[in-house]
């Protein structure tokens, strides 16, 4: 569907440059239409490049505009107090993760995220940002979302973060289980993961994604005031020593 649109868009800007080249009145449509038909059949790597210039302006514009929507939600992207977070508040590299426990490509970088904030214990702060998105609010990444954001009221979150991120299959039954070997009292886990307070800290993060166009899916990364979509570990190294150089 997308390729549909894109070569639409494509032949009738080369549809406009014809008509431009007639004078009024000189050819009626159907002249036109068969003009450009038999060029680009004539010519077909007009519409690739076409397209490739209208996917340039697509990309430059989406990026454009996902940095402008970082800008004007900095406080609640990086200095939300709900949020849990690990390094100094001050570090030279804000790190912002927004993830799924049931994205394969955020568990992938589980390991990659661990071994980040062990290396730079002074430079990097990681700001974790649920993003429930698979599977529904009333589905398994959810539920696995308010119980990591419970488990923080018991000074657990870390662990059972990177508990969650390593099962393959989550669900409720499981979760509780992990939360009690980690030694949550799991009564008082059920009772917060009901509270609505963070059902809501949950809904503000969804409401964040959706005004960051880029944000289609997770992981998503925000560095400073750069970001990352996607499990691209080599770039997120390379922005972090570029940013801790600079």
């Not at 001050?90 to 904030?117: H, P």
């Not at 994604?209 to 997120?236: H, M, Q």
Request: glycine share 6%; net charge negative; proline share 4%.
């Amino acid at each position: 569907m997308k390729l549909f649109f894109r070569t639409a868009a494509a032949v009738s800007i080369l549809g406009l440059a014809a008509c431009a080249q007639a004078g009024p009145g000189d050819m009626s449509k159907a002249d036109v239409e068969a003009i450009v038909r038999a060029y680009l059949l004539e010519n077909p790597e007009i519409i690739r490049e076409a397209l490739i210039e209208l996917d340039k302006k697509s990309e430059q514009e989406e990026v454009q505009e996902t940095v402008d929507a970082i800008a004007d939600l900095s406080d609640q992207i990086f200095r939300d107090p709900r949020d849990y977070s690990i390094g100094p508040k001050d570090a030279k590299i804000q790190l912002v993760e927004f993830f799924d426990y049931n994205c394969g490509f955020c568990k992938r970088s589980t390991e990659w995220m661990e071994e980040t904030i062990a290396k730079y214990p002074d430079d990097v702060r990681v700001v974790f940002k649920e993003l429930p998105v698979l599977t529904g609010i009333d589905g398994t990444s959810h539920m696995a979302a308010r119980a990591a954001l419970a488990s923080a009221r018991q000074g657990k979150y870390k662990k059972m973060h990177f508990a969650l991120m390593g099962e393959r299959s989550i669900n409720e039954a499981r979760v509780l289980e992990i939360g009690k070997n980690l030694g949550l009292n799991v009564d008082q886990l059920e009772r917060d993961m009901k509270d609505p307070a963070i059902a809501r800290q949950i809904q503000d993060n969804l409401t964040i994604g959706n005004r960051i166009p880029a944000l289609t899916g997770t992981p998503f990364f925000i560095l400073n005031d750069e970001f990352v979509s996607g499990a691209n570990l080599p770039k997120l190294d390379s922005l972090i020593a570029a940013g801790i150089k600079s």
